[in-house]
Nanobody, 127 residues
Framework: QVQLVESGGGLVQAGGSLRLSCAAS????????MGWFRQAPGKEREFVAA?????????YYADSVKGRFTISRDNAKNTVYLQMNSLKPEDTAVYYC???????????????????WGQGTQVTVSS
């Protein structure tokens, strides 16, 4: 069992930055693919970014955030991060951290491929 707790959301003006954190429990954190998703009101949950056990072994981004967001992880701290720069009003959503079991296909971007989910953190970008 893995528990995920997100933090770092908030209100920011367009063009600003936020860093989300996701703290994970469990000894096997290092083996999970970690991902970030977001869901805006009235919309489906969408993939944002994913990272393999080591950042050097693979990261993947949705086109909408490529070049603005950076996913990283600190396996010693069981934590994954999402650095969000140049934020836009359309980035407003609840952001979720998720963990996929080892062995999933890469890039792991489908919500159904992730086993564990955090409770979400709200990000609001004002224009």
């Amino acid at each position: 069992q893995v528990q995920l707790v997100e933090s770092g959301g908030g209100l920011v003006q367009a063009g600003g930055s936020l860093r989300l954190s996701c703290a994970a429990s469990g000894r096997t954190f290092i083996s999970y693919v970690m991902g970030w998703f977001r869901q805006a009101p009235g919309k489906e949950r969408e993939f944002v970014a994913a990272i393999r056990w080591s950042g050097n072994s693979g990261t993947y981004y949705a086109d909408s955030v490529k070049g603005r967001f950076t996913i990283s992880r600190d396996n010693a701290k069981n934590t994954v991060y999402l650095q969000m720069n140049s934020l836009k009003p359309e980035d407003t959503a609840v952001y979720y951290c998720a963990a996929a079991l080892p062995g999933r296909s890469w890039p792991t971007r489908g919500p159904n491929e992730y086993r564990y989910w955090g409770q979400g953190t709200q990000v609001t970008v004002s224009s």
